[in-house]
């Protein structure tokens, strides 16, 4: 008797330089997602750079941007359904896929988008949970720092609810800032750590793998 393993598909959703998407892909080639495929990459913004690493990694991509709604008098709501209807007709099966990593997608998504996809969406955030909600944390994290209010900050992967950069905390991990660092040194030390959490934690939560 043959028993078939399980196997994830997975939708990436960018904005930019897409270092975290490339991390997801030279990891599911090492066959560190365990049994997953990055399926689909979204990007709302045309110029992303990400676009080409999924080009390069042969994944299909797909561009959605606010401007075309803005443009038409749309909402965000109205490109929150678009989004969600594109992502299902993407992956073509009743339950759609397996999971939705946010890696360094700056769009805030709506209650009616999250529900769609129920305990299927989850966010990278480069700080520790509750720190730095919301845009330019490693900033802000460097400017408490040189203020004397924090010691460290840190990266975190959570489930993804309206209120932003909160929900359930996936995996965390904590980074240290030295009285010698420029905020560039801070953040790509946070950009590596979050390379390494992003993967452990997607393959986590699909797999429950550590
Ligand atoms: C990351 O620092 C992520 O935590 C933040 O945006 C950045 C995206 O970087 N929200 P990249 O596009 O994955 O290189």
Redesign the pocket.
């Known amino acids: 008797m043959s028993t078939r393993q399980r196997q994830y598909r997975i939708a990436v959703l960018?904005?930019?330089?897409?270092?975290?998407?490339?991390a997801l892909i030279d990891a599911q080639a090492r066959g560190d997602l365990g049994p997953t495929t990055i399926d689909l990459v979204v990007s709302n913004a045309s110029k992303a750079y990400?676009l080409q690493r999924a080009a390069d990694a042969g994944i299909p991509s797909l561009i959605q941007t606010m401007k075309p709604y803005k443009e038409a008098g749309k909402t965000r709501l109205d490109f929150d359904k678009d989004l969600a209807a594109e992502i299902q007709t993407h992956f073509r099966t009743s339950s759609g896929p397996d999971l939705i990593v946010l890696?360094?997608f700056?769009h805030i998504l709506s209650q009616d988008f999250l529900s769609q996809f129920p305990k299927k969406v989850i966010n990278?955030?480069?700080a520790l949970p509750g720190a730095f909600d919301g845009i330019k944390?490693?900033e802000r994290a460097f400017e408490a720092f040189q203020a004397g209010q924090i010691t460290e900050t840190g990266?975190m992967v959570h489930e993804v609810i309206p209120e932003v950069d909160r929900g359930r905390v996936i995996l965390v991990e904590k980074v240290p800032i030295h009285k010698e660092d420029t905020v560039e040194d801070l953040?790509s030390r946070?950009?590596s750590v979050?390379h390494g959490l992003l993967v452990r934690a997607t393959r986590v939560f699909l797999t429950g793998q550590m």
């Open positions: 960018i904005s930019g330089n897409g270092s975290n998407l490339q990400g890696a360094g700056m990278l955030h480069p944390a490693i990266v953040a946070i950009h979050e």
